[in-house]
């Protein structure tokens, strides 16, 4: 069965370093999310994507935040400097055919920022 | 905005018994979709179950099944034949039916089952 997946699946950073997430999203879904969850919160929507621009962001996607798929494939979320409350579980997320569609999750990505 | 919210943060069940989780939403759209994710201590977020809004007809998948309750904004999932395997949180989530594929998240019910 086809899936989300999501590189690395733990990375440490310094705070005010830049960071990459990545994520590959199901071959043929055409719509993207990403979501944080800080440990022990729910699940908060970051961002969606769509056409190769963004759909709708959440307050908490601020000029710190980034997305875009640069290769046709995979689908990044960078952080441009980060923040001790940047740590956190990053799931990316991936659609079909419409905004509709069941939203699959990658297994994600465990962020700490020092 | 939509808001989600599960009354019971922690829940526990008997193996082979049936346990039923909570979930209420507010809302003012009429087009949306609701699921059910379970979050194991892996952290991987799987898909449970979807309703659509439009649907009066409760959805369900194996052991689990909702009951869906449009006018009273209710969203409960039950499970039937609870195995230990089904520890896990579980996330109440809706989605607006034109909204960019945003979702909103409960803030979560631990379950544990227990041998």
């Known amino acids: 069965e086809p899936e989300v997946t999501q590189t690395p699946s733990h990375q440490v950073t310094q705070m005010g370093q830049e960071v990459i997430l990545r994520c590959v999203p199901i071959?043929?879904?055409?719509?993207f999310y990403w979501y944080r969850q800080i440990l022990g919160q729910k699940v908060e929507f970051l961002v969606s994507?769509?056409?190769?621009?963004?759909?709708?962001k959440s307050e908490i996607f601020d000029d710190q935040f980034s997305v875009e798929r640069p290769d046709g494939s995979n689908f990044t979320l960078k952080i441009r400097s980060t923040k001790l409350e940047d740590s956190a579980m990053y799931f990316c997320?991936?659609?079909?055919?419409?905004?509709?569609?069941?939203?699959?999750f990658g297994p994600g990505t465990r962020l700490t920022v020092l | 905005a939509q808001t989600v919210t599960q009354s019971q943060p922690e829940m526990s069940v008997q193996e082979a018994e049936t346990v039923t989780l909570s979930c209420t939403y507010d809302?003012?759209?009429?087009?949306?979709?609701l699921f059910w994710y379970k979050q194991p201590p892996s952290r991987q977020m799987i898909l449970v179950i979807r309703?659509?809004?439009?649907?009066?007809q409760n959805a369900t998948e194996n052991r689990f099944s909702v009951n869906f309750q449009k006018a009273a904004k209710s969203f409960s999932l039950k499970i039937s034949d609870s195995q230990l395997g089904d520890t896990a949180m579980y996330f109440c989530?809706?989605?607006?039916?034109?909204?960019?594929?945003?979702?909103?998240f409960g803030d979560g019910t631990t379950l544990t089952v227990k041998p």
């Open positions: 994507f769509y056409n190769n621009e963004i759909s709708e």
């Open positions: 309703q659509e809004a439009y649907k009066q």
């Open positions: 809302t003012s759209e009429n087009n949306y979709y």
């Open positions: 997320a991936t659609g079909g055919n419409a905004w509709a569609d069941t939203q699959y």
């Open positions: 071959s043929n879904h055409l719509y």
């Open positions: 989530a809706f989605m607006k039916g034109t909204n960019a594929g945003k979702s909103t």
